[in-house]
């Protein structure tokens, strides 16, 4: 059973979800990566355990609460029945959402503040969205919107109406044509895009002179673009101790602002399927580890 340390609280995971990041950990154990065992996962929701030394008032034993987890820690991530983990990276959830749904928020909800940090818009600026029916779009179009941003989204013709009821402003087709159809609505191109997509260069026509992108699985080696285009990598590590962030996260959830899609549950014993389902790709919603 592991102890909290100072500053530390211990979680009774009830569920933990299933990210893209839990199958390439997965992937690429070996002498160069992380040796067995290994226990990945990201996020977590559960109940407060124990409490160590030096943790406010904020949290206490009982409490409901969500998690961002190290995965790359020598104790491992969030897929575990108990998780020790700093109190920084700890937020109490309202009563009213389920800790499986919980579960999904975390990693993927700082994601997405993270990259609009990096970018730094101004209200008034116009953001093109790849990949706008998944996960990460879905918490990052509305968190946009409330900065005053207008949000131009790429989706299939099925998911059309999905993607606008998170409140993009535009929805284009997604593929090719993506920067050809974003610069039919803003002919000067737009103020940044935030590529969950990966579509990297290929997204970068879409973009004003002196504009920005930012991009989730990195860059490539030939530098950044041409026209004062910057490249902003995303690095969650940068915001998992953001307890701010974390908060205002389960304050939006919360108040119905952020919509928590669970796709499927999983027993532990099966979170080898769950992992191959995730990268098979193509899914509106989260996969989910509960114990």
Same mark, same amino acid.
């Given at each position: 059973?592991?102890?909290?340390?100072?500053?530390?609280?211990?979680?009774?995971?009830?569920?933990?979800?299933?990210?893209?990041?839990?199958?390439?950990?997965?992937?690429?154990?070996? @002498?160069?990566?992380?040796?067995?065992?290994?226990?990945?996962?990201?996020?977590?929701?559960?109940?407060?355990?124990?409490?160590?030394?030096?943790?406010?008032?904020?949290?206490?034993?009982?409490?409901?609460?969500?998690?961002?987890?190290?995965?790359?820690?020598?104790?491992?991530?969030?897929?575990?029945?108990?998780?020790?983990?700093?109190?920084?990276?700890?937020?109490?959830?309202?009563?009213?959402?389920?800790?499986?749904?919980?579960?999904?928020? @975390?990693?993927?909800?700082?994601?997405?503040?993270?990259?609009?940090?990096?970018?730094?818009?101004? @209200?008034?600026?116009?953001?093109?969205?790849?990949?706008?029916?998944?996960?990460?779009?879905?918490?990052?179009? @509305?968190?946009?919107?409330?900065?005053?941003?207008?949000?131009?989204?790429?989706?299939?013709?099925?998911?059309?109406?999905?993607?606008?009821?998170?409140?993009?402003?535009?929805?284009?087709?997604?593929?090719?044509?993506?920067?050809?159809?974003?610069?039919?609505?803003?002919?000067?191109?737009?103020?940044?895009?935030?590529?969950?997509?990966?579509?990297?260069?290929?997204?970068?026509?879409?973009?004003?002179?002196?504009?920005?992108?930012?991009?989730?699985?990195?860059?490539?080696?030939?530098?950044?673009?041409?026209?004062?285009?910057?490249?902003?990598?995303?690095?969650?590590?940068?915001?998992?101790?953001?307890?701010?962030?974390?908060?205002?996260?389960?304050?939006?959830?919360?108040?119905?602002?952020?919509?928590?899609?669970?796709?499927?549950?999983?027993?532990?014993?099966?979170?080898?399927?769950?992992?191959?389902?995730?990268?098979?790709?193509?899914?509106?919603?989260?996969?989910?580890?509960?114990?």
């Amino acid at each position: 059973m592991p102890t909290p340390a100072a500053g530390h609280v211990r979680i009774r995971v009830a569920a933990a979800a299933v990210n893209p990041s839990d199958p390439f950990l997965w992937r690429s154990l070996g @002498p160069t990566a992380l040796d067995h065992p290994v226990i990945p996962g990201l996020d977590a929701a559960g109940t407060i355990d124990a409490v160590g030394e030096e943790v406010d008032d904020r949290l206490a034993v009982g409490d409901r609460v969500m998690a961002m987890v190290n995965a790359r820690r020598p104790e491992g991530g969030a897929q575990a029945e108990m998780i020790v983990v700093p109190a920084a990276s700890v937020v109490t959830i309202a009563d009213h959402l389920s800790l499986t749904a919980a579960a999904t928020l @975390p990693m993927t909800g700082l994601t997405a503040l993270q990259g609009l940090h990096q970018l730094g818009l101004p @209200p008034g600026s116009t953001l093109a969205v790849t990949g706008g029916a998944g996960q990460l779009a879905s918490y990052l179009i @509305p968190l946009a919107k409330q900065r005053g941003l207008r949000v131009i989204a790429d989706a299939n013709p099925a998911d059309d109406a999905l993607v606008r009821s998170f409140g993009a402003d535009d929805v284009v087709s997604r593929g090719e044509g993506f920067a050809g159809a974003v610069c039919d609505l803003v002919p000067d191109g737009v103020d940044a895009v935030y590529d969950t997509a990966v579509l990297t260069r290929s997204a970068v026509p879409a973009i004003r002179d002196g504009g920005s992108i930012a991009v989730v699985r990195g860059w490539d080696e030939e530098g950044e673009p041409e026209r004062g285009i910057t490249v902003h990598q995303v690095s969650v590590g940068a915001a998992m101790h953001n307890t701010a962030w974390l908060q205002t996260l389960a304050d939006q959830a919360a108040l119905g602002n952020l919509q928590l899609r669970v796709k499927d549950v999983y027993a532990p014993e099966r979170a080898i399927d769950a992992y191959q389902r995730m990268e098979a790709g193509g899914l509106r919603g989260r996969l989910v580890i509960t114990f």
